[in-house]
């Protein structure tokens, strides 16, 4: 990661993002194929290691092995640390590793910190990264003291603090990795699924990681006072909060009828939270209707806040091109919230955004399902899981083919390190076209 902030000068800010995330999930494989990463000691294939490690860094959470059964304790160390540092970003992480060996922090290299975190502005760029690491940290820390008495009665003192240390990293950063293999295979958190404690703190700590490190600061700075926020924090703690409280109230209804009152309200609402983006379930997923798998997958694609541990298209991508339609309908000539204009530029890079995710999520579910034979809803179903992050699946991804797999690890490598980035690095050499032609009107709609 050193090496990454003393190559700037020729490299850009994007392709260094880029550069540094491949690296970590490179440098993760090769761990990750040592025979005393697995449980068994043999040695991984760096196939199945390379999917795993891009699982990880990427926070996603689709695995090809049970991490519990497969991996030894080193394994899982590993597969935790990859989980944190691509949670936190590779950037993020090597300036603050800077920053702590007192190395001062040159402009490009601010620069590439306010393109990792989405930054708007630079000043005060090296204040906010310290804050960032420092209280992710002690969240992950208190979500881990908060769930070990539960961990350490069902499986004992030294199993249960491990537990409850790599869950509440996994969850805070929306990886949606976990360790009940122990007591069946890829069965998740289906065992706590009335538990109010594991519950509650699961979905905080994916909500709070979620919402963004803007967001975070807003709340640091102005506590309550609402109207202080930016902008950008209301869109996101609105547009996340009916995102949580409308597919709640539709698995409630409609999916979980069937289920004891206490046991249905915690069900509803966290297979509402843990679409956008983290992977854990605590129900069997392929018991729910066709209808829930795709509003699961609807929630999949949108994900969370950028500058966030989640992935997805951002939850102020589709807010933004909600408020378009809006204006549209309404005969508005501008698009805005809470009194302030949405530039032409924000609505032109939200439309394409959309468009590639909706592309590749759909090339990829058709392309699994042509290769491997299936049916068409669950492999969109994997794709969505891998694009947006996420890593809930209906029981594909250990059964798929090289093919099927490598398309998953280009969809969450894409997801996680963002369209715009990839487009941005590969055409940095490029200058920017200003020429305007005149106008011609075409219809629409």
């Not at 030894?72 to 950037?91: H, Y």
């Not at 295979?185 to 909500?207: G, K």
């Not at 805005?336 to 949405?342: E, N």
Request: charged letters at 10%.
């Amino acid at each position: 990661m050193k090496v990454l902030l003393h190559k700037q000068k020729q490299l850009t800010s994007f392709q260094i993002i880029i550069f540094g995330f491949a690296g970590v999930i490179l440098t993760g494989t090769i761990l990750l194929t040592l025979p005393f990463a697995a449980a068994g000691g043999q040695r991984t294939s760096f196939a199945d290691a390379l999917f795993t490690a891009t699982s990880s860094v990427c926070v996603t959470g689709l695995v090809i092995q049970d991490t519990a059964t497969y991996w030894s304790v080193f394994g899982q160390f590993i597969i935790m640390l990859l989980i944190q540092i691509g949670g936190m970003g590779v950037i993020t992480v090597a300036a603050f590793f800077a920053m702590l060996s007192g190395r001062k922090i040159t402009l490009m290299q601010r620069s590439t910190m306010q393109e990792a975190i989405a930054a708007p502005k630079m000043g005060g760029i090296v204040r906010l990264t310290g804050f960032i690491i420092k209280t992710a940290l002690l969240i992950e820390f208190l979500g881990a003291v908060v769930m070990a008495p539960v961990f350490c009665q069902d499986f004992g003192v030294k199993r249960g603090v491990w537990m409850a240390l790599f869950h509440s990293v996994s969850a805070f950063c929306n990886a949606g990795f976990d360790l009940m293999g122990v007591s069946s295979p890829f069965s998740s958190l289906t065992s706590y699924v009335s538990h109010p404690v594991i519950n509650l703190v699961i979905m905080l700590l994916i909500v709070t990681g979620g919402i963004g490190f803007l967001t975070w600061d807003d709340i640091r700075t102005n506590r309550l006072h609402l109207s202080k926020y930016r902008m950008q924090s209301k869109v996101i703690l609105c547009t996340t909060a009916a995102l949580i409280l409308f597919p709640a109230l539709y698995f409630f209804f409609s999916e979980f009828g069937g289920l004891p009152l206490g046991e249905r309200v915690w069900s509803s609402f966290f297979q509402s939270v843990t679409p956008r983006t983290a992977g854990f379930n605590t129900v069997d997923l392929t018991e729910i209707s066709e209808a829930g798998q795709m509003l699961m997958i609807v929630l999949m694609l949108i994900g969370g806040s950028p500058g966030s541990t989640a992935g997805g298209m951002k939850t102020t991508t589709v807010a933004v091109l909600v408020a378009v339609a809006s204006s549209v309908f309404s005969r508005k000539e501008y698009t805005h919230f809470f009194g302030r204009s949405i530039s032409d530029e924000t609505v032109r890079n939200a439309a394409a955004i959309v468009l590639m995710y909706i592309v590749l999520f759909l090339g990829g579910g058709m392309s699994i399902s042509i290769a491997e034979g299936l049916p068409l809803v669950p492999c969109l179903f994997e794709t969505a899981s891998a694009i947006g992050t996420v890593g809930l699946s209906l029981g594909l991804t250990p059964e798929l083919g090289t093919l099927s797999r490598i398309i998953l690890i280009a969809l969450m490598f894409f997801g996680r390190v963002g369209g715009l980035t990839l487009i941005y690095a590969a055409l940095s050499g490029m200058h920017k076209n200003t020429a305007k032609f005149p106008h011609e009107k075409i219809t629409v709609g």
